[in-house]
T-cell receptor, first 113, second 114 residues
């Protein structure tokens, strides 16, 4: 079956630091990959996605590249802000699973001023 | 203009009670979902409906019964609530059957069973 493994948190950074959250996946088919973000007390929002190998998803300064050879989709941001403090979820979907999202366990990011 | 809206947002209830959470989407999507987020933030799908038809049912106790009166609504009814049912329940929707389509989530319903 499908699975997503992302780095354990929590991650604590100072403002303007570089962020990497690692994500690797196992899928039976050819999945689409997603990063969702959950701000405190709120629901899930799509941050970015990529649907085929070597695609780069980007949004709000965050980027992630679909690497089929390493089955990875690491999230990066060059300079984090306090407002980026949230829980980040890596996820995948594919046809074999009826396009349901399979999530990683989430990584809590705290950015201090 | 909330795309996926669910009510109530907060619900505190006693063990053994029956409760419902309602969900509506105005995106014109044909597929709707219920996800459960536990206290450790882990998210797992419970159900998925496509055009009012159940397509995913992931080992959820029979006390949980989804109902989809039309493709814009997917309600979740829970019988005989237990302490372990305390969680955040997210409704979501997408245009199904298309690779890479975004799934849009509601703001969640925080259920506490006491």
């Amino acid at each position: 079956g499908n699975s997503v493994t992302q780095m354990e948190g929590p991650v604590t950074l100072s403002e303007e630091a570089f962020l990497t959250i690692n994500c690797t996946y196992t899928a039976t088919g050819y999945p689409s990959l997603f990063w969702y973000v959950q701000y405190p007390g709120e629901g899930l929002q799509l941050l970015l996605k990529a649907t085929k190998a070597d695609d780069k998803g980007s949004n709000k300064g965050f980027e992630a590249t679909y690497r089929k050879e390493t089955t990875s989709f690491h999230l990066e941001k060059g300079s984090v802000q306090v407002s980026d403090s949230a829980v980040y979820f890596c996820a995948l979907s594919d046809r074999g699973s009826n396009y349901k999202l399979t999530f990683g366990k989430g990584t809590l990011l705290t950015v201090n001023p | 203009d909330t795309a996926v809206s669910q009510t109530p947002k907060y619900l505190v209830t006693q063990m053994g009670n029956d409760k419902s959470i309602k969900c509506e989407q105005n995106l014109g999507h044909d597929t709707m979902y219920w996800y459960k987020q536990d206290s450790k933030k882990f998210l797992k799908i419970m159900f998925s409906y496509n055009n009012k038809e159940l397509i995913i049912n992931e080992t959820v106790p029979n006390r949980f019964s989804p109902k989809s009166p039309d493709k814009a609504h997917l309600n979740l009814h829970i019988n005989s609530l237990e302490l372990g049912d305390s969680a955040v329940y997210f409704c979501a929707s997408s245009q199904g059957g298309i690779s890479g389509n975004t799934i849009y989530f509601g703001e969640g319903s925080w259920l506490t069973v006491v």
